[in-house]
């Protein structure tokens, strides 16, 4: 077994009402640590108003060989977006 | 000891001191921490510690004239009020932390004793560190029994320093005259409670940590909030205060 410390992905939420956001990641033995961890390494200049820390290997992501065969198909659907409605003048900020 | 007229300003010197001399202490680990936020971390405690030290001093130097940078960079070790724990070797990290476990749980409940301090400053001070400390103990705490229930190597460290350093755990407790007289004002907390629950704290966390809680009854070092300092004092201040000495003034 490894004797490096696992690593974890942090994700900060800045206020409330928006969503976490990955900020970067941390070595912590588990997750309680992680979370103290994170909040001494990502939260000196009062980012953030809650944690979420996940252990990277936990994480599953797409693998940038499939970006043509998961992505490419949906760049010809322009239909697929909501541009094609007339928006009445008074409806702002949408 | 320094002639010391004021109790109020005694008092808040060894608040003050403490917290200095315990966040330079920290900082010289700054870049040697173990692990990368093992190193943020400690930093981070010497940053809150020496905020705290800001407001102290910054407090007594209202009464006593001065300002906090001439009460921090132009004293001598006699004319300190730290108390002998705080100016401990940093060791291993199983000393570092048990130091500051030592002094985060009675900071805990002091800071939570001067939250009805009669005197407001004092209150509004304690009121300002009581969640830094919250967490500073939280955080001690959690590696002592890491530590303590870790490897067999971490066990026996932990509880070398754990007796090591405990002689120096009793005498924030041991009051004397002039904190009797802070007492009797409502300014301080009661020495008994705090020392009742510093007990009550460790015990239940070295129970966690399969450490064995040192005799209680033992005998106390003591010295330091009257000015008499074990030999460490005068190389921490000599790295701490050499700027200040060597370029009177000089400025960031």
Partial sequence: MSREWPLWEVFIRSQHGLAHKHVGSLHAPDAEMAVNNARDVYTRRNEGVSIWVVRAADIVASSPSDKGALFEPANSKVYRHPTFFPMPEEVKNL | MAHLPDPKLAYLLRQGDNALILSQQLSQLCGKGPALEEDMALTNVALDLLGQTRMWLAYAAELQGGDEDTLAFLRDAHEMHCCLLVEQPNGNYADTMMRQFYFDTWH???????????????????????????????????????????????????????????????????????????????VAAASAPLRAAFLEHVGEIFAEATLTLPDPSAWMQRGGKQGRHTEHLGFILAEMQFLQRAYPGAEW
């Fill in chain 2, 108 to 186: 805990y409940f002091l800071m939570q004793g001067l939250l009805t301090s009669t005197d407001a400053r004092i209150a509004q001070i304690a009121e300002k560190s009581i969640k830094e400390v919250t967490y500073h103990l939280r955080r001690s705490g959690d590696l002592v029994v890491r530590l303590g229930d870790g490897t067999p190597d971490s066990h026996a460290k932990t509880q070398a320093a754990a007796d090591a350093l405990w002689m120096y755990s009793g005498e924030m407790f041991l009051y004397d005259a002039l904190d009797d007289a802070m007492v009797a004002q409502g």
